[in-house]
């Protein structure tokens, strides 16, 4: 069965970041692709390829790892040039977790 074209009745529901969204939006945008058409086709590569359409190694995730340390120390960055600063109190009530 081609999920791509194939009558969609079902409702698949998950939570993520509003900012990823809206970048992964922009980036299947380009080629024509709604995030809902982008995970059906991720899903139809996962049926034909018997899992993961990708390989999944060491080399990925250090990829990844660099990437979010790049974003890390770039928010550092902002950070520590904001002229704002919050008490560790308010860090806590911001986050909405408990000390």
């Known amino acids: 069965m081609d999920i791509v074209s194939a009558t969609k ?5 998950m939570r993520i970041n509003p900012e990823i969204r809206r970048n992964l939006e922009s980036v ?8 809902t058409d982008a995970v059906n086709v991720f899903f ?4 034909n390829a018997g899992g ?5 190694t ?4 250090e990829l990844v790892r ?3 340390l ?15 600063s ?6 806590y009530q911001i986050l909405g977790v408990e000390k």
């Not at 299947?28 to 995030?35: F, I």
């Not at 139809?44 to 049926?47: I, R």
């Open 9 to 13: 009745t079902d409702t698949f529901r």
């Open 58 to 61: 060491e080399d990925n995730a």
């Open 70 to 84: 790049k974003r890390l120390l770039k928010e550092l960055e902002e950070g520590l040039s904001d002229p704002i």
């Open 44 to 47: 139809q590569q996962s049926l």
């Open 86 to 91: 919050y008490s560790e109190d308010e860090i």
């Open 66 to 68: 660099a990437k979010a």
């Open 52 to 56: 993961l359409p990708f390989l999944v």
């Open 28 to 35: 299947y945008a380009k080629s024509g692709l709604t995030l």
